[in-house]
């Protein structure tokens, strides 16, 4: 078993979240925080908890931070947590995480349970895989049907370093979201798996760190779409796209209140395309 965990933290701003994050690990662990803010206040933070602080220079997104950061990781061939900066988890929990990693020699990554600090509400972590048929079983309803693991969510995943020289890097071209699935996509089918670890407990504060809600279902559709199209093809991404359009329309004309609103405007992204809207709003803020 290596010898040791090392943690990455991708931050970007919300250096008070960061600081919660940092205390909690209690400096017992090596942890590098990779800045996609350049914000002073990251810097001091991270200097204040002795963790290693990079720059990145822009905007890298949750990938590129991710690459960036296992780059400059040490040569004692350890483990990575990834770590997000509005998530908590003590370092005996990790080494019970780490202690789970390696009782199998087939697995890629674990995960804890996750809650939400804010009100104790349990987040589901392991989700079924992205899938064209599988846009169609939610469409009808019968999404509760999908429980199969075969992805865990990124926010606290603590990821094997032999996996890591197998699978390969973090695909850059997911900006926000979707990059761990695709992932553990690319890990399953090398022959590796995933396993949740009920027994450990982290907190994580959904969406603390992604912006408006606009713009996280922008870049979260998005992501979705180029998983779809890198995974299953053209005729793969139209099948979902449909499958999510039939949804999202059924729900929108049946549902009332918050939820048929919000099935409107999933429809009206998936009409003109989750990639094109994205690149619009992005062109709408360019100076």
Same mark, same amino acid.
């Given at each position: ?19 919660? +994050?940092?205390? *909690?690990? !209690? ?9 996609? /803010? /350049? ?17 990145? !220079? /822009? ?35 990790? =080494? ?16 804890? /349970? ?12 392991? &989700?079924?895989?992205? =899938?064209?048929?599988?846009? &169609? ?22 990821? %094997? ?30 022959? &590796?798996?995933?396993?949740? +670890? ?7 504060? !959904? ?10 279902? *922008?870049?979260?559709? *998005? ?13 793969? &991404?139209?099948?979902?796209? =449909?499958?999510?359009?039939? !949804?999202?329309?059924? %729900? ?13 405007? %999933? ?7 989750? +990639? %094109? ?11």
């Amino acid at each position: 078993m290596p010898q040791a965990v090392e943690v990455l933290v991708v931050a970007y701003g919300a250096s008070d979240l960061l600081d919660r +994050c940092l205390a *909690a690990l !209690g400096g017992a662990l090596p942890v590098t925080v990779v800045d996609n /803010s /350049s914000e002073g206040a990251v810097s001091a933070v991270t200097s204040r908890h002795g963790a290693t602080y990079v720059d990145a !220079g /822009s905007n890298l997104g949750f990938a590129g931070g991710v690459n960036l950061g296992l780059r400059r990781r040490s040569q004692t061939r350890s483990d990575v947590l990834l770590l997000n900066p509005d998530a908590t988890i003590a370092p005996r929990d990790v =080494t019970e995480l780490h202690t789970l990693l390696h009782t199998r020699p087939d697995l890629a990554a674990v995960a804890p /349970s996750q809650v939400d600090p804010s009100d104790g509400n349990q987040a589901r972590v392991a &989700w079924p895989f992205p =899938t064209p048929w599988g846009a &169609w079983i939610e469409a009808v309803g019968l999404g509760g049907l999908r429980r199969r693991h075969g992805f865990l969510i990124g926010s606290v995943l603590l990821l %094997r370093a032999a996996a890591l020289d197998e699978v390969g890097p973090f695909d850059e071209r997911f900006f926000l979201y979707a990059e761990e699935t695709d992932w553990q996509k690319r890990a399953r089918d090398l022959g &590796w798996r995933v396993a949740l +670890c009920s027994s450990v407990t982290a907190t994580h504060v !959904g969406a603390g760190t992604g912006g408006a809600t606009t713009e996280r279902e *922008a870049h979260f559709h *998005a992501s979705l779409e180029r998983y779809m199209r890198k995974h299953y093809g053209t005729t793969g &991404w139209w099948l979902f796209r =449909t499958g999510v359009l039939a !949804g999202a329309l059924l %729900r929108a004309l049946l549902v009332p209140g918050e939820r048929g609103r919000s099935a409107a405007a %999933r429809f009206r992204l998936y009409r003109v395309g989750p +990639c %094109r809207a994205e690149e619009r709003s992005r062109a709408a803020v360019r100076p």
